[in-house]
């Protein structure tokens, strides 16, 4: 039977351990055409103090000599002031400093000369000129730079999506998050998972191939039914993150919802500290869903304000309405905010019970914040037994009060604000670990991992020849992250939000 299965399976097994030990990374950059050698402004365009032309390839040796006249290359990676001059023309073109990176020691792995310029545009320009006449040369495309690193093994998928949201970053946190990711961290946990998997793999090959004739102990199977199990709960644990690391990347959407003229609209006034959306005593002003994004602590905040929720035979009022709930629905955090005059009249518990059930379109589930605004429209009288209320109110929904007038209550409201979005994207205290994937392309390749696992786990007991393809599969799922396998389909997608430069 087990000489069967070796025989069944080595056709199989060839193929699969030519799939995942060749380096598609290393093929592909062989059948990539990278002999040229490529120039860009890697700083701003635009007047400037200092302007970085950088350029890469094996020209770049050359591109010093001639601009700088220099009879030997400058020390590497140390700065050097010269003049620049166009080797053509003689014309001396401004005074620059100069570094030179000698392969493999640069950020595309090529050798690799900065010119720091002028930054002027006509400086910048007449030395781009100078480089153009030079044999060899050609202006980078965008995200060139980057994909020269990739292709020569300097950086690998997940390291250069996360430079490309660092260049995006807008917000603090985010850009803690991409500079963590830039700096191997997913890399790092997928490439331990790999190992783990190449562990067990080997393991199994070596039970199949030699199990009977080399009296292998069947306890191997028990040991690699362990790893696998610890290694599945360890994937579970990253793909149960809520999401968090796709949400600090992305933007938390948070909806203002609410009956009309509750203040729904001044909040969001009050919130991006501009006019965004007229504030009017008519109900049924705001028809459409208004967005604006806003930092708050550090967190991009993508807020929806919404048409005031109501029964209506107004056509396009009420497809506002529809829209709202319709944002309420995919909202990761919900605002509901409420008229205090309104909750003086009924028990503040009952109330905020009920609000799921008023509006039908929050998700019990959602994360939802309560604001009771126009609180000084308040008597103190009033106001006293809305505190005693708040106190003893049973609800698990978070609820504050404000007045958008006063601004009363405001800081308070954004504490909340901060500490909601906080947990939503970096969890909260019992959060076993700060997230690592960034985005659904991630979650995709790690969620089939997963599952080749699962399948691994299930037939492992039975079937080892089947159990081990699983495995293998799970290890290309990993590759596919990282870019060591099947990376062309997705090269232009992922460099075609990176500018020209880098
Ligand atoms: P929306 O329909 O829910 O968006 O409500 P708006 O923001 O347009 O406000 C409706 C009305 O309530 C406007 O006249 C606002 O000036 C008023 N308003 C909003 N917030 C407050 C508040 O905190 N106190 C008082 N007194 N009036 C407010």
């Known amino acids: 039977m087990l000489f069967r299965r070796i025989v069944v399976n080595c056709g199989l097994r060839i193929v699969s351990i030519l799939r995942c030990r060749s380096n598609p990374q290393q093929h592909f950059a062989s059948s990539y055409s990278n002999k040229s050698t490529i120039y860009a402004l890697s700083s701003a365009p635009g007047k400037s103090g200092v302007a970085v032309i950088r350029v890469s390839g094996d020209e770049s040796a ?22 620049i001059f166009n080797h053509h023309s003689g014309e001396h073109l401004d005074k620059a400093m100069v570094i030179w990176f000698p392969r493999p020691h ?23 000129r100078a480089l153009s006449e030079l044999p060899g040369l050609n202006h980078a495309e965008a995200g ?30 985010q850009r803690k998050q991409a500079l963590k990711q830039m700096d191997g961290l997913l890399k790092s946990v997928v490439e331990t998972w ?27 199977i028990d040991d690699v039914t362990t790893k696998i199990n610890s290694l599945a709960a360890q994937i ?15 933007g938390v959407r948070l909806a203002i919802v609410g009956k009309p003229n509750v203040g729904k609209s001044s909040l969001l006034n009050l919130l991006t500290t501009k006019q965004t959306a007229i504030v009017s005593p ?10 604006s994004t806003i930092d708050v602590n550090g967190f991009p905040v993508i807020i929806s304000d919404t048409a005031g929720i109501r029964d209506t035979t107004d056509v396009i009022e009420s497809e506002g309405v529809r829209r709202a709930k319709e ?13 205090a005059m309104e909750i003086i009249q009924s028990n503040l518990t009952t109330y905020v019970k009920s609000i799921n059930k008023q509006l039908d379109c929050i998700n019990e589930n959602q994360r939802t914040l309560i604001v009771i605004n126009k609180i000084d429209l308040m008597k103190s009288s009033q106001m006293e037994i809305l505190k005693s209320s708040l106190k003893n109110c049973d609800s698990d929904m978070m609820v504050t009060t404000l007045s958008c007038t006063t601004q009363t209550g405001f800081k308070q409201f954004l504490n909340d604000l901060s500490n909601q979005v906080k947990i939503l994207c970096l969890g909260d205290d019992s959060s076993p670990f ?23 786990q299930s037939v492992l007991k039975d079937d080892v020849v089947i159990a081990a393809e699983h495995l293998r599969l799970a290890m290309n799922n990993l590759g596919k992250l990282t870019g060591k396998i099947g990376a062309e389909d997705i090269l232009d997608v992922i460099f075609r939000d990176f500018c020209i430069g880098k």
Do not use: W
């Not at 008519?282 to 967005?291: E, K, N, P, S």
């Open 106 to 128: 640069s950020f595309t792995g090529e050798d690799v000369c900065e010119l720091h310029v002028h930054g002027g545009n006509a400086v910048v320009s007449s030395i781009f």
């Open 282 to 291: 008519i109900a049924g002003t705001t028809r459409d869903v208004l967005q």
């Open 434 to 456: 700060s997230p690592s994937l960034t985005q659904e392309r991630h979650r995709a390749h790690v969620a089939n991992c997963f599952t080749e696992l699962c399948h691994c």
């Open 194 to 220: 790999g190992k783990d998997l190449l562990n067990c793999l080997a393991h199994l090959e070596a039970y199949i191939d030699f199990g009977e004739d080399q009296h292998i102990d069947d306890d191997v």
């Open 62 to 83: 050359n591109v010093i000599m001639k601009m700088t006249r220099f009879q030997t290359l400058p020390k590497p990676r140390h700065a050097t002031v010269t003049n």
């Open 144 to 173: 060139e730079y980057t994909k020269r690193a990739f292709l020569n093994g300097k950086l690998d998928l997940t390291e250069v999506e996360g430079l490309g949201d660092l260049i995006h970053a807008e917000t603090e946190e």
């Open 327 to 339: 944002a309420a629905l995919i909202a990761d955090l919900v605002i509901f905010v409420i008229d």
């Open 236 to 250: 579970q644990e990253h793909l149960n993150d809520k999401r968090r690391g796709e949400l600090l990347r992305s």
